[in-house]
């Protein structure tokens, strides 16, 4: 299994990222996906779901009206839409397949003036 993270950089506060994932070496299409994030200091965090077929989502409170999560199962691909960012968005996110012990090496995403 592979997850590979990428989109993370350095944002001012209001901006926009998009970050993606790629997965490999499983049945990507049949597994619900997640995004997490871990800021320093902290424990990591649920920030967004996408059921199978992409039929429902949720999102963590910090997350909602802001960030939205999609897939493309054709490109084994998950998706997190970012917008006003703010500065406790920092954070090193990763993918997840829903209930598994896969991780990618995450992204880093820096929101700072």
């Known amino acids: 299994v592979q997850l590979v993270e990428s989109g993370g950089g350095l944002v001012q506060p209001g901006g926009s990222l998009r970050l993606s994932c790629v997965a490999s070496g499983f049945a990507f299409s049949q597994y619900k996906m997640s995004w997490y994030r871990q800021a320093p200091g902290k424990e990591r965090e649920l920030v967004a779901t996408?059921?199978?077929?992409?039929?429902?989502?949720n999102y963590a409170d910090s997350a909602k009206g802001r960030f939205t999560i999609s897939r493309s199962d054709a490109k084994s691909t998950v998706y997190l839409q970012m917008t006003n960012l703010k500065p406790e968005d920092t954070a090193v996110y990763y993918c997840?397949?829903?209930?598994?012990?896969?991780w990618g090496q995450g992204t880093q995403v820096t929101v700072s003036s």
């Open positions: 997840h397949p829903f209930l598994t012990g896969y």
């Open positions: 996408i059921t199978r077929a992409g039929g429902i989502t």
